[in-house]
């Protein structure tokens, strides 16, 4: 299998590409990105591009890849709906545009968020752009689309967020998580479950196109290290 990587230097993309170097059914990750991942591993390729939204050139190199992970966001904290939207909903469906026409058979993993509003038609403006880039992804051709929805997400492996204040609120909540993932389950994973999920969906599919964070926790839970080189 032969992955593209989106937003590798993220928390979600260093645990999603950690684990698909890992992962020895993954014969390649081709990560997209403004900054090289930075790794010298075998498997992993890096291309470097200020502006994501214009792949159309590389089109022939895209091809032979069998599934997409996008992991690549940003927080709406200050920012207008125009300028979230340009970041969130234009740049992930031309990203997507370009990949489903360079390879229709290819699958889509898109990292969205708990709360994400379906409908479009809420009041939280994050969660209605979010939604809006769901259900554009989801009508695309691919050959499959899932939208992964994690709630509180606790790192694991040393990664860290980018983010200062997410980073800082993580090492504050860490002590808590036991506690946090007792009392709503359905909203906590950690970026080792979340990543294996997605690589497992991404393999084999998954009975329904949306994943909250259960799902992802059950999923990682039941695949487990099979497919994981020690």
Request: proline residues 5%.
């Given at each position: 299998?032969?992955?593209?990587?989106?937003?590798?230097?993220?928390?979600?993309?260093?645990a999603?590409?950690?684990?698909?170097?890992r992962?020895?059914?993954?014969?390649?990750?081709?990560?997209?990105?403004?900054?090289?991942?930075?790794?010298?591993?075998?498997?992993?390729?890096?291309?470097?591009?200020?502006?994501l939204?214009?792949?159309?050139?590389?089109?022939?190199?895209?091809?032979?890849?069998?599934?997409?992970?996008?992991?690549?966001?940003?927080?709406?904290?200050?920012?207008?709906?125009?300028?979230?939207?340009?970041?969130?909903?234009?740049?992930?469906l031309?990203?997507?545009?370009?990949?489903?026409?360079?390879?229709?058979?290819?699958?889509?993993?898109?990292?969205?968020?708990?709360?994400?509003?379906?409908?479009?038609?809420g009041?939280t403006?994050?969660?209605?752009?979010?939604?809006?880039?769901?259900n554009?992804l989801?009508?695309?051709?691919?050959?499959?689309?899932?939208?992964?929805?994690?709630?509180?997400?606790?790192?694991?492996?040393?990664?860290?967020?980018?983010?200062?204040?997410?980073?800082?609120l993580?090492?504050?909540?860490?002590?808590?998580?036991?506690?946090?993932?007792?009392?709503?389950?359905?909203?906590?994973?950690t970026?080792?479950?979340?990543a294996?999920?997605m690589?497992?969906?991404?393999?084999?599919?998954?009975?329904?196109?949306?994943l909250?964070?259960?799902?992802?926790r059950?999923?990682?839970?039941?695949?487990?290290?099979?497919?994981?080189?020690?």
């Open positions: 299998m032969r992955v593209i990587l989106f937003g590798a230097s993220g928390m979600v993309g260093q999603v590409l950690r684990e698909c170097l992962d020895s059914e993954i014969d390649s990750v081709l990560a997209i990105g403004r900054s090289a991942a930075g790794l010298g591993d075998p498997k992993l390729r890096d291309i470097v591009r200020q502006d939204s214009g792949l159309s050139d590389i089109e022939d190199v895209l091809r032979p890849y069998d599934a997409c992970l996008f992991c690549l966001g940003v927080s709406s904290a200050g920012m207008s709906e125009q300028e979230y939207r340009r970041i969130t909903y234009d740049l992930t031309s990203v997507a545009q370009t990949l489903v026409r360079a390879n229709p058979n290819m699958t889509f993993i898109y990292v969205s968020g708990t709360g994400t509003d379906s409908t479009e038609q009041r403006m994050w969660a209605r752009v979010k939604g809006a880039t769901e554009a989801l009508r695309l051709p691919f050959k499959a689309a899932y939208m992964f929805r994690p709630g509180f997400i606790q790192p694991l492996d040393g990664i860290k967020s980018k983010t200062k204040l997410y980073s800082a993580y090492a504050v909540a860490r002590p808590l998580y036991p506690l946090i993932r007792a009392i709503v389950p359905d909203y906590a994973t970026t080792q479950e979340l294996r999920a690589i497992g969906v991404a393999k084999d599919g998954y009975s329904k196109p949306v909250e964070g259960r799902d992802m059950d999923y990682a839970r039941d695949t487990g290290r099979k497919n994981t080189a020690p």
